[in-house]
């Protein structure tokens, strides 16, 4: 591999006088407001990210990619770049028609003319692709669940890049990147792509690769779309930043990348090397199981941990940038320094230290002590805001029975305990409440139901990501819907369902509100228990009986499970 081609590569963008008369012209065109991983594919299609596209794919090129990742030309492309639609709006498309493409404030980014649409065979891609129709993998599950049924293909023509309001500075487009790279001198840059904030280990093992290629070194991070659950990206830039410090002056760099990653372990690897390589890198760092999308629903990993690997050295000649393969650093503790793995000889006779990733999370989970040879003291104290340990961080508890099983008494009485514990702000969303406020125009459909809980667990949702108590108390009969929100939650904090599992008869014979003597006379219609359904709660984090006990005490046993989840400091 000789040094890097630093000429500017191909763009989707007009002249900026072109582009503010395309703005005006393209207001009374038929709009598409991308979602945002759209976004992010249009983006890296519009600066060059991922020449040699033109647009998004046509059918044609689609086949190819799917089929054996090359375009109708021949080049190579590992990953489709579509646009799916609904297939109300695509109907309401000619062949040939320009469309505007709005990103999701409605601001004009590009125009697209669609030379071609269909309805893909999403089983086929998610085979080929992602080595299996399995929606434990993100992206098939996005294919299948999130992504419209129908494709848009057909060249762009970019009127502005996407706006994006945080860290400006360290965003650039290919062309940014190679001018900045021509003005140092660097011929040779060794790209280091992650989605996790950088240890020790990674230091080490990303300066040792740029030393190994005599080539300095690009840290650049995805900022786009990662695996859900990631550590957000405002926290990893800072962590980046902190770590860009420990490098020797003048070797590395970093740029953020908005790329929507798909966790597709060797077309990923090989996409990625193809974008680096239009970044203006000579080398890539591909390490054991790059971009994995974690286990299969059996439990087992969608791909071999050298898969990526392999794929990329076949292709690597073609692609014009050239594999380091990532080193398994490990720390050896009697000589205080990082070592790979497969070079240590004295194994037997050292120490080696290593932290997984779960065992970081439960530390910082536990606020537990993070040592120093691991992580850099400015990474750690970024992760430890974001993350603080569950007793500080917000969580929802989510009461859910029938009508009268005593939820919202419960709910009261954990919510006063808390309060009097002090520390987070405590709010209730009780059934009643919800619906005088929040649903007042909703009634007991499943339909309505079902906006009833979502907005509920959207509120409690913002309530535990800004770090309160949410206290939810309503019947909630659907498992699918009380699934969602959990969901939401647990994006932010901990979800404690907790089921009052009073029986039907019981609550009838309490009937405190006299409502089942009007739904057995069918006064009230889909009354739950009686003339609606009610899912019972399969594997809540808790269930209380209150036939027999007290709410003191039936609270009490909530406040206790809270403790032993580790959400409340033992009392
Ligand atoms: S849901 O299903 O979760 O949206 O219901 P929720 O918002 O908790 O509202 C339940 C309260 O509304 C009263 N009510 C009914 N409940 C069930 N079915 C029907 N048809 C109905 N009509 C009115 C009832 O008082 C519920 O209050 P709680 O606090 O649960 O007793």
Same mark, same amino acid.
């Given at each position: ?11 989707l ?5 072109s ?7 393209a ?7 991308l ?6 594919d ?13 647009g ?35 109907d ?11 990103d ?6 590009a ?34 669940n999130?992504?419209?049924?129908? *494709? ?12 994006? *309001? ?13 001018? #900045?790279?021509?003005?140092l ?15 020790r ?17 690009l ?19 800072r962590?980046?930043?902190a770590?860009?410090d ?26 990625? !090397? ?5 970044y203006?890198?000579t ?19 969608? #791909?071999?941990?050298y ?10 000649? =073609? ?11 490990? #720390?050896?503790? %009697?000589?205080a320094?990082?070592e ?26 536990e ?14 104290? %970024?992760?430890r ?15 859910? !029975?029938f009508?009268?099983?005593g939820?919202?008494?419960i ?8 309060m ?13 409440i ?6 007042s ?7 309505h ?8 667990? *959207? ?18 009969? #659907? ?7 959990? =969901? ?11 089921h ?5 008869e019981?609550? =009838? ?6 409502? *089942? ?22 594997n ?21 499970k ?10």
């Open positions: 591999m000789a040094t890097n081609n630093l000429a500017p590569i191909p763009e963008f007009v002249s900026y006088e582009a503010q008369k395309l703005k005006v012209e207001a009374d065109l038929t709009s598409w407001d979602s945002p991983r759209q976004i992010c249009l983006e890296l299609l519009m600066n060059g990210g991922f020449n040699p596209l033109k998004f794919l046509s059918e044609e090129d689609y086949d190819g990619v799917v089929e054996n990742m090359r375009l109708a030309d021949g080049s190579l492309w590992p990953m489709p770049i579509t646009l799916d639609v609904s297939e109300k709006f695509a309401s498309l000619e062949i040939g028609q320009d469309i505007a493409l709005r999701q404030e409605g601001v004009i980014l125009t697209m003319t669609v030379t071609d649409r269909w309805e893909p065979n999403k089983a086929r891609e998610a085979e080929k692709v992602f080595g299996a129709d399995d929606q434990a993998h993100p992206a098939v599950n996005y294919l299948h999130t992504a419209g049924k129908i *494709y848009l293909g057909g060249p762009v023509t970019g009127i502005q890049q996407p706006v994006h *309001y945080d860290f400006r500075a360290r965003r650039d487009t290919p062309n940014e990147l190679r001018a #900045y790279f021509r003005k001198g660097w011929r040779k840059v060794v790209a280091f792509q992650t989605r996790n904030p950088l240890h280990a990674h230091q080490e093992l990303t300066f040792r690769a740029a030393r190994e290629a005599q080539a300095n070194l840290i650049h991070p995805v900022v786009g779309m990662t695996k859900p659950g990631d550590v957000d990206h405002f926290t990893r830039v962590c980046y930043e770590v860009l420990k490098y020797p002056g003048s070797t590395t760099t970093m740029s953020l990348l908005p790329l929507a990653m798909r966790m597709a372990g060797p077309r990923e690897a090989v996409w990625h !090397g193809l974008i680096r390589k239009n203006g890198c080398h890539f760092i591909v390490g054991r199981d790059h971009a994995g999308p974690g286990n299969n629903s059996k439990g087992e990993d969608f #791909y071999g941990p898969d990526a690997q392999d794929l990329f050295r076949q292709h690597q000649e =073609e692609m014009g940038i050239e594999m380091v393969d990532f080193k398994h650093m490990v #720390y050896v503790q %009697e000589r320094q990082y790979p793995n497969d070079e240590i000889a004295d194994k037997d006779d050292v120490t080696i230290l290593n932290i997984s990733g779960t065992e970081l999370r439960r530390r910082l989970a606020g537990l002590e993070i040592p120093e040879w691991f992580s850099f003291p400015e990474v750690v104290a %970024e992760l805001k974001t993350r603080p340990p569950r007793s500080k961080q917000g969580f929802t508890v989510f009461f859910t !029975g009508s009268g099983s939820k919202s008494t709910a009261n009485a954990v919510m006063v305990k808390l009097e514990m002090g520390g987070r702000p405590v709010t209730l969303l009780d059934g009643d919800v619906r005088k406020n929040l649903s125009e909703l009634g007991f459909s499943k339909e139901r079902d906006l009833n809980i979502r907005r509920i667990g *959207y509120v409690a949702s913002e309530i535990t990501k800004n770090g309160g108590i949410a206290i939810c108390a309503p019947i909630a009969p #659907y498992a699918t819907t009380r699934r969602a929100v959990r =969901e939401d939650i647990e994006a932010f904090g901990a979800f404690i369902e907790v009052v599992a009073t029986s039907i019981e609550c =009838e014979k309490r009937d405190r509100k006299g409502l *089942y003597k009007l739904a057995r006379e069918g006064k009230i219609k889909e009354f739950t228990g009686i003339s609606d359904p009610y899912d019972v709660p399969e809540p984090e808790l269930r209380v009986e209150t036939e027999g006990t007290d709410v003191d005490n039936c609270a009490h046993q909530v406040i206790l809270l403790e032993s989840m580790g959400l409340i400091a033992a009392h």
